[in-house]
């Protein structure tokens, strides 16, 4: 760095400990950078600096070189005045805990994450790069995470928070300093204002936040504000607190918050002041008290919105209800069908079990009551099935609508003592859904949606080819014009989230998923197959003119022309899209194929087999990226376990075992314990599934990277003799696995590669266990006929090992066999021999032809026949092993063979 020059750390004006704490933190990862004190601190920060100052390393302004500033790196704030040496163009960094919040400039750079405090993501690094920090060092920076996290307990903390306070504690930082001056006295003068905010606080509620606005007035006043700022929230707890100053010729506001429902740095910007979404302030000229705190509920009512309401955490779709009159056993054969904790009861003309939005909706006026699975279970217990619900039903009307905010909803729940209400649309007045206990219990520990849904609609931008993302965002919004919830779902999501590619997208409708599929074929062309028993559709693209010469806007095919004949570097379109209306299914009997009915998209995620592609992605317009997680499926992506939804999914399907294995060694995680019982007590079960289910699950695992693990795996479990006791995955098989992969990196697959896989993994059968085995899995044709040929060479090898064996003989014994089981021998064998003579057929003995042909043995006065065959191959074989080396000795060793075919006639 030249002479002349220098970087320089800076934060915001009236500096808390964070920001401090952050800029002590920068410099220790960037030494050659200087720390530099703003000109307004916190009375607790000057009082700290004043005995701690000297073991820092911060400067004042005026103690800064006479040097041009050549870089800054901002923390803890995404603005700053400018100080001397500094030029406006100035090039830099922003290192913040909060989401970038302007535009960057040519040459500025941003690194920000979600936690609690800058300080947290610092003290990371600090630690990664292990570098070390004295006792006074590790203090401050744990004042800088305690004081905005709240010592850990606001609703922004992350675990991350708690693992850096943790790594600075075992680095002796001192707690009892950090407890005194995050606890400081009040100075006389701010004990007066405090007791004036006190008694003119207001708490208002605004779309279910509640929100503290406290006035006083204050002309004399010096002191800082933001500290009383922080002992008012503690009091009163708000969403979002404002403190309004009259000081005389200014109001000054500061202004916290504690939830993204409520962005004080948005209001504090129309107020003339700025911040950040969590703390902001505003210093107002020209107005009165009144005035402004007018302004600001106005600014309030028109910025704050609630972070989640009952739409989003809600099952839609027409819930399963149940007509007065249900008896008890009636009721306990529907909860043992569907599962759920609680039931809607409704006047009669509702049968018991409607549910799904292809039947009659019901409307308000119908509801009687909520009937419970507990309720159920004691009337059940006295022997009273003969009773109908009415007589032990909650009764009543309690009910939500989609509009209800989450604060709304737990004070309904409180008081009705209801664990599932149902979900009311306020126009139509018809159940439109239904929430419960365990929807709120799993929004704790979720990230706000607002920042989760950007975050997961920048995945989906980075990952997805662009052609895929404009057909979802054209779907999504087709959905949206019939009033449709579109989700994104499985095993695309999860990849999404594990940063594995995969644009094989299915795609779940909560509404008419063939409707659907018909708008976006007349808006954009092409074509729809569909499936009317089974609510599916499949959209074939327009990729042709004529296909798109209907459409109303055929920006579909304009954009496959574009991508088709490109450059070649632009990934390709998709040629379709598959759609299916969200349905739920029980099973009649263990093993049995599922009974489908329509449901919602709760329900259909929680047919699925493992709670890891239980995930939906919405891709309406207004809640895009918006990810839904009813079963705890982005928690096992994180701890890496394979994890069943409940415990009589691998009775129901026991095929769901060889995918478990499957996934667990795809993605390196573990089967979860319990699940990892369930496996070992329904093995047994996949002897009665049919060959081809099993089949199928079985190629999906040699069609992985590495197939071995996963079979080798089954072993482990005692799973693969539930397949057939022959088959084994040992050293042998695990080595001709790798052998196969190595010999296949340089030339593409004789046949699909998880057949070659099969054909090794048996190779070592005897013919009676192949036969066994062949039944048992019922392969494809082409299967067999691969497995017959290998094991015909099989009994060949000892042949192919022989010293003395002629160039004909290879050949007459390589040749009966396609490719694929020539090139297996050669994976499979430990002959160098046999390895060397199979190369040699290969590159040189199967091309060996005679220069004869039938018409030359026709000339020859041969009728034609068997002879024809017969003369070719002896031939042939005289040219393979050097008994002839022209064209005149082959028609003299033709001729002289006729003459003895015609001698032994």
Not at 892 to 897: F, Q, S
Request: hydrophobic share 40%; aromatic share 6%; with cysteine.
């Amino acid at each position: 760095m030249p002479d002349d020059t220098f970087t320089v750390i800076l934060t915001h004006e009236h500096t808390d400990f964070d920001a401090l704490a952050s800029m002590l933190a920068a410099h220790k990862l960037y030494p050659y950078a200087v720390p530099v004190l703003p000109r307004a601190l916190n009375r607790n920060l000057r009082e700290f600096l004043a005995l701690y100052r000297s073991s820092l390393p911060f400067r004042r302004q005026e103690e800064l070189p006479r040097r041009r500033i050549d870089a800054v790196i901002l923390v803890d704030t995404q603005s700053c005045s400018t100080i001397r040496g500094m030029r406006p163009d100035v090039a830099g960094q922003i290192i913040d805990h909060h989401p970038l919040q302007r535009e960057l400039e040519p040459g500025w750079r941003y690194w920000g994450e979600a936690v609690g405090a800058t300080t947290t993501m610092l003290v990371e690094e600090i630690a990664r790069r292990d570098i070390s920090v004295t006792p006074v060092e590790a203090t401050l920076l744990l004042l800088g995470i305690y004081e905005d996290t709240g010592s850990l307990v606001y609703t922004a903390t992350t675990p991350r928070d708690l693992r850096a306070a943790a790594w600075l504690l075992e680095r002796h930082a001192n707690l009892q300093v950090v407890a005194h001056y995050l606890h400081h006295p009040l100075t006389e003068e701010q004990r007066a204002l405090y007791a004036q905010l006190t008694e003119n606080s207001e708490s208002l509620e605004i779309a279910g936040q509640t929100i503290v606005i406290a006035a006083a007035r204050a002309p004399e006043y010096t002191d800082e504000i933001s500290t009383l700022a922080h002992k008012l929230r503690d009091v009163y707890d708000p969403a979002g607190l404002f403190l309004l100053v009259d000081l005389g010729d200014r109001v000054q506001m500061v202004a916290r918050s504690t939830s993204d429902a409520v962005d004080v740095g948005a209001i504090a910007l129309q107020l003339g002041g700025g911040g950040h979404a969590r703390a902001a302030a505003a210093l107002i000229r020209g107005q009165s008290l009144e005035q402004i705190k007018g302004r600001l509920v106005a600014l309030l009512h028109q910025h704050v919105k609630p972070t989640v309401t009952v739409a989003q955490i809600m099952t839609h779709g027409a819930p399963v209800t149940v007509p007065v009159g249900t008896t008890i056993a009636e009721m306990a054969q529907i909860i043992q069908r569907y599962g759920f904790e609680g039931y809607p009861v409704v006047d009669v003309g509702a049968r018991a079990g409607n549910a799904g939005n292809g039947r009659a909706a019901v409307r308000l006026d119908q509801l009687r009551g909520i009937i419970t699975r507990r309720q159920v279970d004691r009337a059940q217990q006295h022997g009273l099935e003969s009773h109908t619900v009415e007589r032990y039903m909650h009764t009543g009307q309690v009910v939500v609508t989609p509009q209800t905010t989450v604060a709304e909803l737990q004070r309904t729940m409180i008081e009705s003592g209801w664990g599932q209400i149902p979900v009311v649309d306020p126009e139509t007045q018809e159940i439109i859904g239904i929430v419960t206990r365990t929807d709120l219990i799993k929004l704790w520990g979720q990230p706000p949606q607002a920042r989760r849904r950007e975050e997961i609609a920048v995945r989906m931008e980075t990952a997805l080819p662009e052609p895929l993302l404009v057909l979802l965002r054209l779907a999504g919004t087709a959905a949206e014009e019939l009033g449709y919830p579109l989700y994104a779902v499985g095993g695309f999501v999860r990849d999404l989230l594990l940063g594995r590619p995969n644009y094989d997208v299915d795609l779940v409708v909560e509404g008419d998923a063939i409707k659907l599929a018909r708008l976006l074929s007349k808006k954009y062309g092409g074509r729809v197959r569909s499936h009317q028993r089974f609510g599916t559709a499949k959209w074939l693209l327009p990729t042709t003119e004529a296909e798109a010469g209907a459409a109303e806007q055929p920006i579909v095919f304009h954009l496959y022309r574009e991508i088709t004949t490109g450059n070649g570097h632009r990934p390709p379109l998709p040629t379709s899209l598959d759609f299916a209306t969200a349905r739920t299914e029980f099973y009649t009997e263990p093993t049995a194929l599922p009974t489908v009915e329509t449901g919602s998209i709760k329900l259909d995620l929680h047919r699925r087999d493992f709670t890891i592609n239980t995930l939906a992605i919405r891709l309406n317009p207004d809640v895009w990226g918006e990810l839904l997680d009813f079963y705890g499926g982005e928690r096992d992506l994180r701890e890496g376990l394979i994890r069943v939804l409940h415990t009589h999914s691998f009775v129901d399907d026991p095929t769901r075992i060889l995918r478990a294995v499957r996934f667990e060694q795809r993605f390196g995680f573990r089967i979860e314990q319990r699940t990892l019982e369930l496996i070992q007590n329904s093995a047994d079960l996949l002897t009665k599934i049919s060959p081809q289910r099993v089949r199928h699950e079985l190629e999906l695992i040699l069609g992985e990277d590495q197939p071995e693990q996963a079979l080798r795996r089954l072993d482990q479990l005692g799973v693969t003799p539930y397949i057939h006791p022959a088959l084994a995955t040992d050293d042998w098989v695990v080595e001709r696995f790798a052998r196969l992969r190595q010999a296949l990196a340089d030339r593409p697959p004789p046949q699909p590669v998880e057949r070659l896989y099969f054909a090794v993994w048996t190779y070592r059968l005897d013919a009676f266990q192949l036969a066994e085995v062949l039944e048992r899995l019922n392969p494809r044709r082409e299967t067999v006929e691969l497995l017959q040929e290998l094991h015909t060479l099989k009994r060949h090898e000892a042949d192919l090992q022989r010293p003395d064996l002629r160039p004909s003989e290879i050949v007459h014994l390589l040749e009966p066999a396609g490719d694929a089981a020539r090139f297996l021998l050669g994976v499979v064998t430990d002959s160098p021999l046999v390895q060397e003579r199979l190369q040699r057929y290969q590159q040189t003995l199967r091309h060996v032809r005679p220069t004869l042909d039938g018409a030359a043995l026709r000339r020859l006065g041969l009728p034609p026949g068997p002879l024809y065959g017969r003369l070719l191959t002896a031939a042939r074989d005289a040219w393979l092993d050097g008994l002839i080396a022209s064209e005149a000795e082959e028609r003299a060793l033709v001729e002289r063979l006729v003459a003895q075919e015609q001698a032994a006639q």
